[in-house]
């Protein structure tokens, strides 16, 4: 069995697996009779909820990307990170479509709240409305993707929870259910549940998004079914995935990847081209896509959201706080 003490992104950029070794895997995947994913959704693969959905997708047009070209369905759910399944990217989507249920699915929202929420995630759905935004997605291993998200305002549902003026934090709780998912025991190093935080007023920023879905369709289980977070100025690991608890703390939550490793992944994880991570440089980015594995584009601050978030960190110091 393979034990990894360090996950993909301690490797060199390099490292990462290329076009060559995903034809690989999609023969493995054929010869082991799994249904691959081509372009379009394919059948049989699991996705969370499903009550909501406007027939056709209703697009937000103020979150547009026109810069870059959007990236393919087959990239967006065939290249994945999902390490409570499997840390090869390209095997997730077999991974969590093995019986994992992510319908019917229960939210919690709690902590510092006037009152504990306990939420059907079809319910909070119709409650809140579905719109598609189109945001950029950059990982902190330096790829990137141009993804449709289906979903919600973050700062809907905070609404709705009414924090104490004690709130100051939210922190963020991925399900764990080691028959489900393989990844917990394999990687017993990791300090499970996934967790994620954001300071409130990051939270409540227009641009941080509750995805129930991607174009336009109920989330697959690989892209964190039913119901995951997007928050696209920061690093794709602040995106966490099959969200189970919303908590709103007093003190800044402790995160996963903080723990794992807190030289190497801040609190903040802003995307920031002059910050280089410990191991490479974060100025530019391989673009995944067609035929196009190895282009490189600069990396944008804040990955290109710098007018929607820069006054959120107006007389901080972003090489500390990272
Ligand atoms: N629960 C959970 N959430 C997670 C991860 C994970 O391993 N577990 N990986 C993160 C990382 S590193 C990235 S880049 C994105 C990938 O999202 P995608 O597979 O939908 O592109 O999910 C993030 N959220
Ligand atoms: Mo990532």
Not at 242 to 247: A, K, N
Not at 303 to 319: F, P, S, T, W
Request: aromatic fraction near 14%.
């Amino acid at each position: 069995m393979l034990i990894k003490k360090r996950p993909d992104w301690h490797l060199p950029e390099t490292a990462v697996t290329d076009e060559k070794d995903y034809n690989h895997r999609r023969e493995f995947i054929k010869k082991a009779g799994i249904m691959y994913a081509g372009s379009s959704v394919a059948a049989g693969v699991a996705t969370g909820a499903t009550a909501g959905f406007p027939e056709k997708p209703n697009v937000n047009r103020k979150y547009v990307v026109t810069d870059r070209k959007p990236t393919p369905y087959k990239y967006v759910t065939g290249y994945n990170n999902f390490y409570e399944f499997t840390t090869d990217k390209y095997l997730v989507r077999h991974f969590a479509n093995q019986g994992w249920k992510t319908e019917p699915w229960t939210l919690k929202v709690g902590g510092h709240v006037e009152k504990e929420l306990t939420l059907d995630v079809n319910d909070l759905c119709k409650e809140m409305g579905i719109e598609m935004r189109v945001y950029r997605f950059r990982c902190v291993e330096a790829w990137s993707m141009v993804i449709p998200w289906d979903g919600f305002p973050l700062s809907k549902l905070i609404k709705k929870a009414q924090p104490t003026s004690k709130a100051k934090y939210v922190k963020f709780t991925t399900f764990m259910d080691e028959k489900a998912a393989p990844g917990f025991k394999r990687y017993n190093n990791y300090d499970w549940p996934y967790t994620e935080g954001l300071r409130l007023d990051e939270a409540n920023n227009e641009l941080t998004f509750l995805a129930v879905g991607t174009f336009g369709k109920p989330m697959p289980n690989q892209n964190g079914a039913p119901i995951r977070l997007v928050v696209p100025w920061k690093y794709g690991f602040k995106s966490i995935k099959s969200l189970v608890r919303i908590d709103f703390t007093e003190e800044q939550p402790k995160t996963l990847w903080n723990s794992a490793a807190p030289a190497e992944y801040g609190f903040y994880s802003n995307v920031n081209p002059k910050v280089p991570h410990p191991r490479w440089s974060q100025a530019t980015e391989r673009v995944i896509g067609e035929g196009a594995l190895a282009d490189r584009i600069p990396t944008l601050m804040f990955n290109g959201y710098e007018k929607q978030v820069a006054a959120l960190y107006k007389g901080m110091d972003l090489v500390k706080n990272f």
